[in-house]
């Protein structure tokens, strides 16, 4: 009985410590966020990621973590100590093995930097840079990621889209820390009014222990050169389909968004056919959008497009075939030709002052 007894009492304390362990790990939460950075300021996709970290816990201590080199680096520094209010400290890895965003050296740099300070959540964008990144990294310290996150409920309970945007899965995650996540920033956006009067404090990452891997280099970049907004962040997005037949009538669509202020997007289809870089393209294997009003020219509407930009507040469709599937998603829809519609666009809207 003695011997009986003494094991209830472990038992019991036992299970008092795990308890205790929960609570503490429930009420405090430290967050890591990937920083994408780029001519001295921080990515806002990057931004919308401290948004959503914001929605873990109240009392959440959130780090943002740079990396490259040069004084383009720590202007992107400065911009971060500064561009959200609950950003308690921004990690600096200033290297020239860290010059590009490669995701093997950036993994090690994740790994390095979460050994060091024992985060319970590491976020990143859905973009390129996130989905490059986030994964090695999981690998790397043994979790599994979840991704396309566009709603928070609790610390470790979030909704993404499955079945390319037609369905909403709610994922609790129940594994080890650090719990990752990349983020569809359109799905938080940053109010005006986060903004803060004084800078984080901002701290260089000890790199004496860093290893580069070599298994990939940096070749080049290549990127438009363009005064048109982002498309990731743009208010307006006129896109164009494989219906507009050819890269010179693609130059209507990039007119049309000059006219309207807005920024360009396309389809796979027209992609795919050359008609325009894959930068711009939109969709499930693209970019995530939000605008306020999307305009789709030629764009059929096949799922993994629609899947991109259903969040749209208004979708304007103008397609010759009655029966194309955007018109399911669109607000407003014309039954028409294009190649009559946007020369009489273009001829009605005024000029950009």
């Known amino acids: ?37 780029e001519g001295g300021s921080i990515n806002s996709s990057s931004i919308s990621s401290v948004e959503a970290a914001k929605c873990l816990n109240e009392d959440n201590s959130i780090s943002m973590l740079l990396a490259g080199s040069g004084p383009s680096l720590q202007q992107a520094a400065t911009h971060a100590s500064l561009c959200h209010p609950l950003i308690s400290q921004v990690l600096v890895a ?4 860290l010059m590009h965003p490669l995701a093997e050296t950036w993994a090690n740099l994740v790994e390095l930097v979460h050994k060091k300070g024992g985060y319970t959540h590491i976020l990143a964008s859905s973009g390129s840079f996130g989905k490059n990144i986030l994964p090695r990294a999981a690998a790397l310290l043994d979790v599994s990621p979840v991704t396309d996150v566009i709603e928070i409920s609790e610390s470790c309970q979030f909704v993404r889209p499955i079945y390319a945007g037609n369905a909403l899965c709610k994922v609790k995650y129940t594994g080890e820390s650090p719990c990752m996540l990349t983020i569809r920033s359109p799905s938080f956006p940053v109010p005006a009014s986060e903004t803060r009067s004084s800078a984080a404090p901002i701290t260089q990452v000890d790199l004496s222990t860093f290893d580069e891997v070599e298994k990939s280099r940096f070749v080049k970049r290549s990127s438009q050169e363009t005064e048109r907004p982002d498309l990731g962040n743009a208010r307006i997005v006129v896109t164009g389909g494989r219906g507009l037949k050819s890269a010179e009538n693609f130059k209507m669509i990039e007119k049309l968004a000059e006219k309207l202020d807005a920024a360009v997007g396309a389809t796979r289809a027209a992609v795919d056919a050359g008609f325009i870089p894959n930068e711009l393209q939109v969709g499930q294997t693209g970019k995530i959008v939000a605008p306020e009003l999307y305009m789709a020219f030629g764009v059929s509407g096949a799922i993994q497009h629609v899947a991109g930009m259903r969040d749209s507040k208004v979708i304007v469709a103008v397609n010759k075939d009655a029966d194309a599937p955007i018109f399911q998603v669109a607000d407003y829809g014309v039954v028409g030709d294009l190649f009559e519609i946007i020369p009489e666009l273009l001829e009605k809207l005024p000029e950009k002052k």
Not at 94 to 97: L, V
């Open 1 to 37: 009985m003695a011997v009986v007894g003494a094991m209830l009492r472990a038992l019991r304390l036992r299970n008092a410590h795990v308890s205790l362990r929960q609570t503490s790990t429930s009420r405090f939460i430290s967050t890591l966020v990937l920083a994408e950075h």
């Open 94 to 97: 200033d290297s020239d093995k």
